[in-house]
């Protein structure tokens, strides 16, 4: 029997009560939290919305003891035999239609600035995508580079001037970055200037010369990004690009055109009238006076194109809150325009973080951070006594480290700012992803300890310590966690659960000792300390953490 399949029961027994159908109750069965003083397995049934009648309350006691029951029984079969599938499989998403998401996300500018917003992009963006692909949903990754624009014709002026082709192949984002700083100080430079419009022009009429200098810039940067995404587990399905909707562009304000929804200002660049009265208390700009688009105009043809070619269900941006209102546009926009498809786009935004500074200084360039964590964890490992000899030493410390960032990350509402500390993110105790990955690889080795074969007829009726019962309880709550981080894509709810887990199989893992106990508790209990590693690995990965077996 499903772990899930509580709720069914439960439903099916409400509904011939209620006279209601069980699909409409099965979202208002909620397992209750853990809390320290109760030790029975407790479903709490919100069925006051539902109904108000003075025999739920008994029937809710009676369906509370048939839970409880239940839950003892099969909880950890049914994650142990669902594996990665676990709590996806729940009767709370049987109603969620399977759609085809579009998630736009990380996205950063070539030659500028990989800043932290953009890491937290990456983040966010992968957890959205891992959570839908679980849930059993197409998902689209995309990668929109900022890679066109002004800043190119002063790139290449500034290749010609100070660029080395060896270094653009070997190490192109740190070079790229170097010329154009380089070439902006010297941008005052009238001259400087004037060939940079050159250049820019000769791109956009698509002179081979240009285009193809550019191509290297956008090919080697890309080659490199692929390399260090895949540090952090990260990868797209396509990497777009501003580049691919300068011609789209125009399109686009032909039609804006012919709706009549261009306007003209007197210094000659095209507005949209955005306001509710048409008295243009808002509006946004979308052509500048010379007919050339803008970062509005081309992301106005990219949701088009991927229309076109994707026919998605939705469609998700992910960035930071400044850019709130550039998207709020956006979807407006389109939706003058006549596209219905505008109120299934999304913008995803969260907060700024404050304060992440490498050794190197304030953060330029994605891979410092990863090093950076990677080497600090490295020293942490060396110093803690309980670490193990590790086969390899700097891919557990890159995969924990990561973890730590990940976890300090995700643990607040995305839209909250918060001050970044190394320290606070990577200690070993508290509520940090290394905690995580430490439980994580001690349930491993216990597994390992005891031999992995294949448990049958284990009686779990033997778990009847608080101990355990409280990670049987907190297992059965998984898919309400995952269900409440699908509704508001907000990645703290699945944090926050799997701490709890690891905290309550510390407690566990303390009191209930597999050594020594009888063959019948012994394998009770391995077979808890399996489901428990078996949720918290899924979990983590949700979130884009590979767990560790050994740290
Ligand atoms: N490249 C932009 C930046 O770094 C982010 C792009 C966001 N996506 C979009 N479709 N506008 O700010």
Same mark, same amino acid.
């Given at each position: 029997?499903?772990?899930?399949?509580?709720?069914?029961?439960?439903?099916?027994? &409400?509904?011939? =009560? @209620?006279?209601?159908?069980? *699909?409409?109750?099965? #979202? !208002?069965?909620?397992?209750?939290? /853990?809390?320290?003083?109760?030790?029975?397995?407790?479903?709490?049934?919100?069925?006051?919305?539902?109904?108000?009648?003075?025999?739920?309350?008994?029937?809710?006691?009676?369906?509370?003891?048939?839970?409880?029951?239940?839950?003892?029984?099969?909880? &950890?079969?049914? =994650? @142990?035999?669902?594996?990665? *599938?676990?709590?996806? #499989? !729940?009767?709370?998403?049987?109603? /969620?239609?399977r759609q085809k998401a579009v998630i736009e996300f990380s996205s950063p500018n070539i030659a500028k600035k990989f800043h932290i917003g953009h890491l937290r992009s990456t983040i966010v963006g992968n957890f959205i995508a891992n959570l839908k692909v679980a849930l059993?949903?197409?998902?689209?990754?995309?990668?929109?580079?900022?890679?066109?624009?002004?800043?190119?014709?002063?790139?290449?002026?500034?290749?010609?001037?100070?660029?080395?082709?060896?270094?653009?192949?070997?190490?192109?984002?740190?070079?790229?970055?170097?010329?154009?700083?380089?070439?902006?100080?010297?941008?005052?430079?009238?001259?400087?200037?004037?060939?940079?419009?050159?250049?820019?022009?000769?791109?956009?009429?698509?002179?081979?010369?240009?285009?193809?200098?550019?191509?290297?810039?956008?090919?080697?940067?890309?080659?490199?990004?692929?390399?260090?995404?895949?540090?952090?587990?990260?990868?797209?399905?396509?990497?777009?690009?501003?580049?691919?909707?300068?011609?789209?562009?125009?399109?686009?304000?032909?039609?804006?055109?012919?709706?009549?929804?261009?306007?003209?200002?007197?210094?000659?660049?095209?507005?949209?009238?955005?306001?509710?009265?048409?008295?243009?208390?808002?509006?946004?700009?979308?052509?500048?006076?010379?007919?050339?688009?803008?970062?509005?105009?081309?992301?106005?043809?990219?949701?088009?194109?991927?229309?076109?070619?994707?026919?998605?269900?939705?469609?998700?941006?992910?960035?930071?809150?400044?850019?709130?209102?550039?998207f709020q546009h956006l979807f407006q926009i389109l939706k003058l325009m006549g596209y219905d498809w505008a109120e299934r786009c999304q913008h995803v935004s969260f907060g700024l973080v404050q304060g992440m500074k490498t050794r190197r200084g304030e953060v330029i360039f994605l891979e410092d951070v990863l090093n950076e964590v990677r080497s600090r964890m490295l020293q942490n490992m060396a110093s803690a006594k309980t670490t193990k000899e590790i086969e390899d030493p700097m891919e557990t410390a890159e995969k924990v480290g990561l973890a730590a960032l990940i976890v300090q990350d995700f643990r607040g509402l995305l839209s909250s700012d918060y001050q970044f500390s190394w320290d606070r993110a990577l200690q070993s105790r508290g509520d940090t992803g290394v905690f995580l990955q430490y439980t994580h690889a001690r349930l491993h080795s216990l597994e390992q300890m005891h031999g992995n074969e294949q448990l049958t007829d284990v009686n779990v009726a033997c778990l009847q310590e608080p101990s355990a019962i409280s990670v049987l309880q907190h297992l059965l709550r998984y898919d309400e966690v995952l269900y409440r981080s699908s509704q508001d894509l907000q990645p703290k709810h699945i944090v926050s659960y799997l701490l709890t887990l690891s905290h309550l199989a510390a407690v566990a893992h303390k009191t209930l000792p597999v050594k020594g106990s009888t063959p019948e508790l012994a394998q009770a209990r391995l077979r808890l300390f399996q489901a428990a590693r078996s949720v918290l690995a899924n979990g983590m990965k949700l979130l884009g953490i590979t767990p560790v077996t050994q740290m």
């Amino acid at each position: 029997m499903a772990a899930c399949s509580f709720r069914r029961t439960i439903a099916s027994q &409400l509904s011939k =009560v @209620l006279d209601l159908p069980p *699909e409409n109750l099965i #979202k !208002s069965i909620s397992a209750v939290p /853990v809390s320290k003083n109760r030790h029975v397995a407790d479903f709490q049934l919100s069925i006051a919305s539902v109904t108000e009648g003075s025999s739920s309350d008994c029937l809710a006691q009676d369906l509370n003891l048939q839970a409880q029951k239940l839950a003892e029984r099969t909880v &950890l079969q049914q =994650v @142990l035999k669902d594996g990665s *599938e676990y709590g996806v #499989k !729940s009767e709370l998403f049987s109603t /969620v239609p399977r759609q085809k998401a579009v998630i736009e996300f990380s996205s950063p500018n070539i030659a500028k600035k990989f800043h932290i917003g953009h890491l937290r992009s990456t983040i966010v963006g992968n957890f959205i995508a891992n959570l839908k692909v679980a849930l059993g949903h197409e998902v689209i990754r995309i990668n929109y580079l900022g890679d066109w624009g002004m800043q190119f014709g002063l790139l290449a002026v500034g290749f010609q001037r100070f660029g080395n082709k060896d270094k653009l192949k070997s190490s192109p984002l740190q070079h790229l970055f170097e010329v154009y700083v380089q070439i902006n100080k010297a941008a005052e430079d009238e001259n400087t200037k004037k060939l940079a419009k050159d250049f820019f022009r000769k791109l956009e009429e698509h002179d081979e010369q240009p285009l193809s200098l550019w191509k290297q810039f956008r090919d080697f940067s890309i080659e490199e990004y692929i390399r260090i995404y895949k540090r952090l587990g990260v990868h797209f399905d396509e990497y777009s690009g501003e580049s691919f909707y300068q011609e789209k562009s125009q399109e686009v304000l032909k039609i804006l055109e012919d709706k009549g929804l261009l306007q003209k200002t007197e210094k000659g660049t095209g507005i949209v009238d955005l306001s509710e009265k048409k008295d243009l208390s808002s509006f946004s700009t979308v052509m500048r006076s010379d007919g050339t688009s803008l970062y509005i105009t081309r992301d106005l043809a990219a949701a088009i194109d991927r229309m076109n070619k994707h026919s998605w269900d939705t469609m998700i941006y992910v960035t930071d809150k400044s850019q709130s209102n550039h998207f709020q546009h956006l979807f407006q926009i389109l939706k003058l325009m006549g596209y219905d498809w505008a109120e299934r786009c999304q913008h995803v935004s969260f907060g700024l973080v404050q304060g992440m500074k490498t050794r190197r200084g304030e953060v330029i360039f994605l891979e410092d951070v990863l090093n950076e964590v990677r080497s600090r964890m490295l020293q942490n490992m060396a110093s803690a006594k309980t670490t193990k000899e590790i086969e390899d030493p700097m891919e557990t410390a890159e995969k924990v480290g990561l973890a730590a960032l990940i976890v300090q990350d995700f643990r607040g509402l995305l839209s909250s700012d918060y001050q970044f500390s190394w320290d606070r993110a990577l200690q070993s105790r508290g509520d940090t992803g290394v905690f995580l990955q430490y439980t994580h690889a001690r349930l491993h080795s216990l597994e390992q300890m005891h031999g992995n074969e294949q448990l049958t007829d284990v009686n779990v009726a033997c778990l009847q310590e608080p101990s355990a019962i409280s990670v049987l309880q907190h297992l059965l709550r998984y898919d309400e966690v995952l269900y409440r981080s699908s509704q508001d894509l907000q990645p703290k709810h699945i944090v926050s659960y799997l701490l709890t887990l690891s905290h309550l199989a510390a407690v566990a893992h303390k009191t209930l000792p597999v050594k020594g106990s009888t063959p019948e508790l012994a394998q009770a209990r391995l077979r808890l300390f399996q489901a428990a590693r078996s949720v918290l690995a899924n979990g983590m990965k949700l979130l884009g953490i590979t767990p560790v077996t050994q740290m």
